[in-house]
């Protein structure tokens, strides 16, 4: 059975830091691009970053470029996004997932909120 279990999320303020992880079991962790994304009230869920199963950043949306970073660690069968220079509109509840292969069920994500 497949599970994504998200962790590291919490209130900080504008400009502050935050290391997102997501563990996974139930699925062979290096065959997969990961991403993450996120979903703010009243939005779509969106994607934020993927990187590819060798450890390759190729998406990074517009709105994060330059203050958010995502790795792996396929021995740990985990992903990771560090979060830097947050601003209020960073405020998301935050998951991960395979996009192309999209895993279901959606683990529960961890509520990012920016703010002073």
């Known amino acids: 059975q497949v599970q994504l279990v998200e962790s590291g999320g919490g209130l900080v303020q504008p400009g502050g830091s935050l290391r997102l992880s997501c563990a996974t079991s139930g699925i062979i962790f290096r065959r997969y691009a990961m991403g993450w994304y996120r979903q703010a009230p009243g939005k779509q869920r969106e994607l934020v970053a993927q990187?590819?199963?060798?450890?390759?950043?190729?998406y990074l949306a517009d709105s994060v470029k330059g203050r958010f970073t995502i790795s792996r660690d396929n021995a740990k069968n985990t992903v990771y996004l560090q979060m830097n220079s947050l601003k209020p509109e960073d405020t998301a509840v935050y998951y991960c997932n395979a996009p192309g292969a999209i895993m279901r069920p959606w683990g529960q994500g961890t509520q990012v909120t920016v703010s002073s």
């Open positions: 990187i590819t199963n060798g450890g390759s950043t190729n």
